[in-house]
């Protein structure tokens, strides 16, 4: 048999896979790391960093899935706010409020991303707008609640998820708590986006939202439920972050850009259908390991924001690029 008679399936089976760039930034990343701190390759170092990325991998999980539906959720932030703000004065210093306070916290979140996913899917109202008008609202009963100073302390019994440690774990020694409920939420996320029906319903959605309702998708239900995983994602590293990071009003300050720059590194396209969640989970570890970097190289904090708007832009740039090129 000729190559020019080889059956489709052998050349599929000799083309190479394709890797996702991220990974490969990130890899670059953790080697420069590694080169600048050597203590890096140690359980401590390398614990100690997935912990710092928890938060954003958990909202990158959420984001992507109202970025690849066609939208965007800058609420996040400001729920992370609400939640750390919020846990502190319900629990009033009282260890035993964690069990009730923890749910429903995990409630509000999911209250907030219904909201938005109503407001965007039956107002009519640019996922943008609505979720910006959503981000002040959240803001604003933050500083009402908390007078505009935290108030109070989170207890122990909160703070396990975010800054306890499981120990004696074999070959690293120890495992924090939030790394493994990071891995609890991207686990999740991932399974429904790439193995359950969710997942093909989003991705239609956001390639045609037009040719998927005629094709008997739930267009709206869909939007909404993307909307709410975002909102959850948001409650959840709410939690953590007031676990390692104690109570402020500023808290979730710039997590909702963090978690779309995340998603867009990881290949997210910004007006939808096409979006991972593992791809996601890598632009949060890219990202966070950029900040590091910036911090060993003892950069302020203006530089990273710089940075951050700068990956921002290159990375949809080279989204819209591909896109062009490809003609999808």
């Not at 045609?208 to 739930?218: R, S, Y």
Request: a positive charge.
């Amino acid at each position: 048999m000729t190559d020019g008679t080889r059956p489709r399936g052998a050349e599929r089976r000799l083309r190479a896979p394709r890797i996702n760039p991220v990974w490969i930034l990130l890899a670059v990343l953790i080697a420069a790391i590694i080169y600048m701190n050597t203590g890096f390759v140690e359980p401590t170092g390398y614990m100690n960093f997935l912990k710092r990325a928890a938060p954003l991998a958990i909202l990158a999980a959420g984001q992507v899935y109202v970025i690849t539906s066609g939208g965007f959720d800058l609420s996040v932030g400001s729920l992370i706010t609400l939640v750390v703000v919020g846990s502190s004065m319900l629990t009033n210093n009282d260890p035993a409020a964690t069990l009730w306070v923890i749910p429903l916290m995990l409630g509000l979140g999911l209250v907030v991303g219904f909201v938005n996913g109503l407001v965007v899917c039956f107002l009519r109202v640019p996922s943008l707008i609505a979720t910006l008008g959503m981000m002040i609202t959240l803001n604003g009963l933050a500083f009402l609640w908390s007078g505009g100073a935290p108030r109070g302390y989170l207890p122990d019994t909160y703070r396990f998820f975010g800054r306890e440690l499981i120990r004696d774990v074999p070959l690293v020694g120890f495992i924090p708590v939030s790394v493994i409920v990071m891995a609890v939420v991207i686990g999740a996320y991932g399974w429904l986006m790439h193995r359950a029906n969710l997942g093909r319903q989003v991705h239609a959605i956001g390639d045609n939202p037009v040719a998927a309702h005629l094709a008997g998708v739930p267009v709206a239900r869909v939007r909404i439920t993307a909307f709410v995983l975002s909102g959850l994602s948001g409650a959840v590293a709410g939690i953590l972050l007031g676990g390692f990071a104690g109570v402020s009003t500023d808290v979730g300050a710039g997590y909702e850009l963090q978690a779309i720059t995340a998603a867009v590194l990881g290949g997210a396209q910004l007006l939808g259908g096409r979006g991972s969640v593992p791809a996601a989970f890598g632009g949060a570890l890219a990202l966070t390991a950029i900040f590091t970097l910036l911090n060993f190289l003892g950069l302020p904090q203006p530089v990273r924001q710089v940075v951050q708007g700068l990956i921002l832009i290159a990375a949809v740039a080279l989204a819209m690029h591909r896109r062009r090129q490809t003609g999808t």
